[in-house]
């Protein structure tokens, strides 16, 4: 799915902490990756700046595969060093940037926040994947698509055990995938699918400032990458 080149280098700053000492952050992304922008929103809430580049050579490249061996997207470049996977940036983030924070401070309502994000990825996320193949059809994969709104159905139920806080690691990954899902359903015609809790979490995340900041520039991006694939009248 992962388109294979950026124009430009970005460089992305919300609200800096001049506090914090870091070294400088590089993200090898592509914008409109689904996992980039699960990290962006970290950042951006953590108010981090950083700088954003293609992956070296292009998606899946030897050169990129030699720094990152899995050639997976996104990596974050801490000064000299690289670290791969959302999750493992996520938890070093956290980490090395204690506040504001984004796991809470409880032992249980901490394991918590990972289930709903290990739903995410392993759950939710692949079914949003596998019917990335039918944007621009005129219909998607009747099986493929009850197998995503039975796991938004199980999100209703997931999202029910969430702990009582603003923000939270699970919310990255969910957001940009439910992006994802009301922009495919607009794409097909189909009717709004998110009720209840779900309906009421995503209107409650694009409130907040740093999750509004990222999809006002993250929608464009997707909302072109859709029409590429959309055939013309």
Known sequence: MEPSSITEVSKQVLGQDPSLSLPDLC???????????????????????????????????????????AGSLPALKVGAQIIADSEAIAEYLEESVPLPPALPTDLMERAQVRALGRFHDTRLEPCVRALFSDIGQPHPQAEALEQLQQRLQQLQKALALRPNIQFCLADCGLIVSLEWVTMMYKNWGLPHPFIGLVADYQQDMEQLPWVAAELGTYRPLLTQWIKTKTPSP
């Open 27 to 69: 993200i090898y992304s592509v914008p409109v990756s689904l996992y980039c922008a699960k990290l962006r929103l970290l950042m951006r809430f953590k108010r981090l700046a950083w700088s954003e580049l293609p992956p070296p050579g292009g998606y899946g490249s030897e050169a990129y595969t030699a720094l990152v061996p």
